[in-house]
């Protein structure tokens, strides 16, 4: 059989299209979502003519030399034909018209549109309408009677009409088809299709079958269905002659049926398995026009040949009594003796062989016993689209010598069985990323973060442009294309190209490489005979080529040969970044419409390696592979058709993970982002918007959009998903500082350390949102995920909520992160400086990241408690008293807290305060190398020292990193009660004054203390152990410059005086600041040296005990970050 299936043609932008023919056959008229309607001469024509008839078209018809379209502006145009000339609206809807159709004479048109209306207008008089009201959803389609006496229509809301045209009344209805509540949502577009000339039969698509309705009994007469077809039909068409009925499906199948036997004559498959939505008969019946949802033209050629070919022979019928039949006779015979229509319904019967073929191939007389007709192959080109159809020998009547002779037979000619699996996709062909399709005439070869290379292929030019975003690298290029080369690279140090061999020329690749340093700046290499290169890429000094003999080949930049190695499957994309090389290959066949490809990662540094072993790389469901490369950072990326990019997650085993989806950001179905670039930091992905196309325009030279990064996280509407989203982002795209520190390049460390603030940031927003939710258990898994002074933090955070269980697993956690960064330094000691160790998420090295976690650890800090200033400064004060009596008190023994060797700070043997360089007293530094003491006032030293180091400046944090012994363990001990009035600045300027008096009655005050310590509560000794606090540097400054405030600022109180104190002492300088904090400690040490004068009597083990004592029963002040007095180092 001659008929065929031609290529399809591109017409329309993505969306939903019409076609019709001219009443000659001369043109096809096709309309789309673009509001164009192109006429074609033919198949072939590559210039059809182009009419704008609105923003959208949906449906088009002509007749008369008047063509009518329904647009999206609510309106059924008119305009001339074949000029195209506006000539007026028909018709308005109060919403989108859906479909409009001519009667026979073209005298009326009929739309039916969204807003549940059926109207019938006259073309010569607009005003003449006729409206028919009674659908309740949306009109799918309408069709005129031939003798124009009745109206069909279908709608959403399930149910088929006929109308009387005159009357304007419902004449019947059949509810056969499935609910929907719009046109978009309908599974099938149920065009309508009464049988031209006579109207006996109105024939209707109802899921998979056709059901044929007789006119005037409107009874159901019969179904014609195939097995063939599995999904709804979505369109119907009858041939002009009537004998034919054709169909198409939403999955893109297309079958013919003689409406007569009920045989299905022809059956073809879209080429990409599209939804088919638009199909017209050629009025002479040779051909089939369709479009589908993609904007394609496709044809059907040589059905009137097909048709011929399948016309019962009536000759033969009265040949049944002769002696003399051969097998064909057995399906010439009157369809009516063995087909009814159940089994035409159950399935579908075979063709009848072609009159005139050679009698003698008694072969091929029984392939219809197969289900598959003669030479089946010239009209059906899918292989894969086979249906196994079979005549039903038992409906034979037994009498019949003609049928007794051939039951024998029936053994040998039993049914082939069907194949109902999922179907092969075709492979992905090789392309280059970056590169647009490689038959047009203008086109970019590439587009990547270094430049552009335009190819030109035209009758005037065949010539090369490269352009480089940064001319300081070089300046651009134009080269002749005398080759043809099809694919380019482009790098820093040289332009690679390759083109495909011919008849007489081998496949070559040429590199010019314009950084060399020499004068030859060009090479050429010639690939062996029948291995044509399919894809190239640059790297720093290297340059590859995959080829179609599944090779691999590896040259220098200079053109020196290196490695050859062979791939498992052809070659799809391949790109290079550095001394990196990615290769995405078919590792098998796709089912469904999917593609199987496996990917391999190579290293071609020093240290040769393959990082990734043939892994299949993760495509969206019936996508296909649209870029491949890497990030100007160097982490490999893809981007499949679907719009999803997705980035390699070394830190997880290198899995892909997906970042973003560009198709998120499109306005329309049709509109697509082309990416040219991947930016890791800052966040950026580089990409062309493309209207209505995958591709953008060479000229004019399209504008580069940029698109945030997006993880597919659950609830991201909700504070936590947001956070969480922006936590796991962050953690990602700072991978590549880990995979560039081992591979020995610089990194932007300023960027690392605040990613990482970034993160722990958000860590502990987290951590704080679920303490309000009261979800304790999320809240440790978040502190999991801190570093170790970020978690003395949530432990703050969680005290002042009174949440003391919490607390305590945080204090447990905190010691584990402590002794884990004990172990690291350590071990740092032994391998290399820069080794990156994984530890509380994304850190590379101690040295690297104590900076960071002492900056994470404060902002968050000092946002949450600028309110409470004054008593943090007086708890500062508090502290460093307590760590200068706790040094002065205990003997040199080995100091849990020191820092490493890599700290800058070094502990100091001498029993006093360490002074950071902006002249502030550290509070956190423990003064000397100390024993781990058992005692209370020990623990409650240590631990808050650690608790509070993160509200200092950086040069007053340097503990942030100490390590604490993995026998201390935090327990809280029972809280003391409070008075509503806490401690002030102001209160320890008054006890100071006292302080002179007590220490004339020192030695007395100390017998007096050590006797009432037996007998007095705690918070005694504690007044008189505060009692004893010598002054600060600011309390210093304070009582100098007192006067000079007071002279400024009369009327203020002793509390607004100290505040306006306070913030003219932060305006001093770092060296000022630090003058004063030594004039205080020289206070101190005077005060030092007449005790040891006044206390030279007594015991050293007496006096040690006694000040232990008095250290562990001291009074804190009461403010909010007394809480924490709770918690102390228990060695059990």
Same mark, same amino acid.
């Given at each position: ?572 994309c391949m790109a290079g970044h550095g001394e990196q090389l990615i290769i995405a290959y078919h590792r098998g066949t796709g089912f469904d419409g999917d593609q199987s490809l496996g990917v391999q990662l190579l290293q071609l540094g020093r240290r ?200 305590? @697993?945080? +204090? ?6 402590? $002794?884990?960064?004990?172990?690291? %330094? &350590? !071990? *740092? =000691? #032994? /391998? ?20 960071? @976690?002492? +900056? ?6 000092? $946002?949450?408690?600028?309110?409470? %200033? &004054? !008593? *943090? =400064? #007086? /708890? ?234 008095a250290s562990a029963k001291k009074k804190k002040p009461l403010d909010t970050s007394a809480k924490l007095s709770a918690f102390a180092f228990s060695k059990n």
């Open positions: 059989m001659p008929c065929e299936r031609k290529p399809m043609r591109y017409g329309h932008s993505e969306g939903h299209t019409d076609v019709c023919f001219d009443e000659q056959g001369k043109c096809i008229l096709t309309c789309g979502s673009d509001g164009d309607v192109r006429i074609w001469e033919s198949l072939d024509d590559d210039d059809p003519k182009s009419i704008n008839v609105g923003e959208k078209a949906y449906s088009l018809t002509l007749k008369n030399g008047k063509l009518v379209t329904a647009v999206s502006n609510n309106t059924v145009q008119i305009h001339t034909f074949p000029d195209g000339d506006p000539d007026g609206i028909l018709t308005r809807f109060t919403t989108n018209a859906n479909h409009v159709a001519f009667n026979h004479s073209g005298t009326r048109v009929a739309a039916g549109s969204s807003d549940f209306l059926v109207k019938i207008v006259e073309v010569a008089d607009s005003g003449q309408q006729k409206t028919l009201r009674g659908h309740e959803a949306p009109v799918l389609s309408v069709n005129f009677d031939p003798k124009e006496e009745f109206l069909a229509s279908s709608s959403c809301d399930g149910s088929v009409v006929v109308w009387n045209i005159d009357e304007q009344v419902r004449v019947t209805s059949w509810d056969i088809l499935q609910k929907s509540s719009d046109v978009t949502n309908a599974k099938s577009l149920c065009r309508l299709a009464w049988q031209p000339q006579s109207g006996k039969l109105l024939a209707v698509p109802v899921e998979t079958s056709i059901h044929l309705y007789e006119r005037n009994t409107w009874s159901h007469v019969s179904s014609l269905a195939d097995d063939f077809i599995t999904q709804a039909i979505n369109v119907i068409v009858w041939s002009p002659c009537g004998r034919f009925l054709a169909a198409a499906t939403v999955g893109g199948y297309l079958c013919i049926w003689d409406v007569g036997t009920k045989m299905c004559l022809e059956r073809q498959k879209h080429e990409k398995g599209y939804t088919v939505c638009g199909m017209a008969w050629h009025p002479s019946g040779g051909q089939i026009a369709y479009t589908d949802t993609e904007g394609c033209l496709g044809l059907l050629d040589g059905l009137a040949t097909a048709a011929a070919a399948a016309q019962p022979t009536k000759s033969l019928k009265a040949k049944e009594s002769k002696e003399t039949k051969d097998y064909d006779d057995l399906f010439d015979e009157d369809d009516n003796q063995f087909l009814d229509e159940e089994a035409s319904e159950s399935r579908s019967p075979v063709k009848k062989s072609a009159v005139g073929e050679d009698e003698d191939d008694d072969d091929d007389d029984l392939m219809p016993a197969t289900g598959r007709p003669r030479h089946r192959s010239s009209f059906l080109d899918d292989d894969n689209s086979q249906d196994a159809g079979s005549v039903n020998l038992d409906k034979y009547d037994a009498g019949d010598d003609a049928s007794s002779a051939i039951v024998p037979l029936v053994p040998a000619v039993l049914p082939r069985p069907v194949y109902e699996g999922p179907m092969p996709t075709p492979p992905q062909r090789p392309f280059q990323a970056g590169s647009t399709p490689a038959h047009l005439m203008h086109r970019f070869m590439l587009w990547n973060s270094v430049g552009i290379v335009r190819g030109y292929n035209d009758e005037q030019d065949n010539a090369i442009d490269v352009e480089f975003h940064d001319t300081a690298i070089h300046h651009a290029m134009h080269l002749t294309n005398s080759l043809g080369h099809t694919v380019a690279d482009l790098s820093q140090e040289a332009v690679l190209l390759a083109c495909e061999s011919t008849d007489e020329l081998a496949s070559k690749l040429q590199c010019l490489h314009f950084s060399s340093w020499d004068t030859s700046k060009e090479w050429m290499v010639d690939l062996p005979k029948g291995e044509d290169a399919l894809a190239v890429c640059l790297g720093q000094g290297w340059a590859a080529v995959a080829t179609s003999g599944l090779l691999v080949r590896l040259f220098s930049i200079g053109g020196v040969q290196k490695e050859v190695f062979s791939l498992p499957g052809p070659v799809v040769r390696r393959q990082v990734i072993h043939g892994e299949p790389l993760p495509l969206s469901r019936k996508s296909y592979l649209a870029w491949l490369g890497f990030s100007a950072e160097g982490t490999p990326c893809c981007i499949d058709s679907e719009g999803v990019v997705r980035l390699l997650n070394r830190s997880l085993g290198n899995t892909w993970a997906p970042v973003c989806n560009t198709r998120d950001h499109c306005k329309g179905k049709s509109d697509h982002y082309w990416v040219v670039g991947i930016h890791e930091n800052p966040q950026q992905l580089r990409c062309i918007p493309c209207k209505g196309s995958r591709y953008p325009p060479t000229l004019p030279r399209p504008a580069v959009a940029i698109l945030p990064f997006k993880l597919p996280l659950c609830q991201t509407t909700t504070e936590k998903g947001q956070m969480e989203e922006q936590y796991w982002r962050s953690a990602i795209f700072q991978n590549h500082h880990s995979f560039l520190a081992s591979s020995g390049y610089e990194i932007d460390e300023d960027g690392q350390n605040q990613a990482q603030k970034e993160q722990q940031e958000l860590l502990m927003k987290m951590f704080a949102l679920s303490c309000k939710l009261e979800r304790e258990f999320r809240c440790v898994e978040l502190a999991e995920m801190m570093t170790q002074s970020v978690v003395t933090l949530a432990i703050r955070y969680a005290s002042r909520s009174r949440r003391m269980a919490l607390a305590q @697993r945080l +204090s447990e956690l905190a010691l584990e992160k402590a $002794n884990q960064e004990q172990q690291q %330094e &350590e !071990e *740092e =000691e #032994e /391998e290399e400086p820069h080794h990156a160790t994984p530890n509380s998420g994304y850190r590379h090295s101690s040295e690297e990241m104590r900076g960071a @976690r002492q +900056s994470n650890s404060r902002t968050p800090q000092q $946002n949450r408690h600028e309110e409470e %200033e &004054e !008593e *943090e =400064e #007086e /708890e500062t004060q508090d502290e460093q008293m307590e760590a200068e009596e706790a040094a002065e008190s205990r003997k040199p023994r080995l100091n849990p807290f020191k820092k490493g060797p890599a700290s800058p700070e070094k502990a100091s043997p001498k029993p006093v305060s360490t002074v950071s360089k902006d002249g502030r007293v550290n509070p956190f530094k423990v003064s000397g190398p100390v024993k781990q003491s058992a005692s209370p006032a020990g623990r409650a030293a240590n631990v808050l020292d650690t608790m509070t180091m993160s509200n200092r400046k950086p040069a007053a944090s340097p503990t942030t990193g100490s390590k604490q012994n993995k026998s201390l363990v935090l327990k809280p001990l029972v809280p003391r009660p409070k008075s509503k009035t806490q401690t002030t600045l102001l209160q320890m300027s008054s006890r100071s004054k006292k302080q002179e008096e007590k220490e004339k009655e020192k030695e007395p005050a100390t017998e007096r203390l050590k006797q009432a310590e037996d007998a007095t509560p705690p918070a005694s000794a504690g007044d008189n152990q505060e009692n004893r606090r010598p002054k600060t540097g600011f309390q210093l400054w304070l009582e100098e410059n007192r006067k000079s405030i007071l002279a400024d600022n009369p009327d203020l109180e002793e509390t607004a005086v100290i505040k306006e104190a306070m913030g003219r002492f932060r305006t001093l300088s770092a060296e000022e600041r630090l003058s004063w904090t030594e004039k205080a400690k020289g206070d101190v040490g005077d005060v030092k040296k007449r005790k040891r004068e006044e206390d030279e009597g007594r015991e050293d083990e007496g006096e040690e005990k006694q000040r232990e004592e």
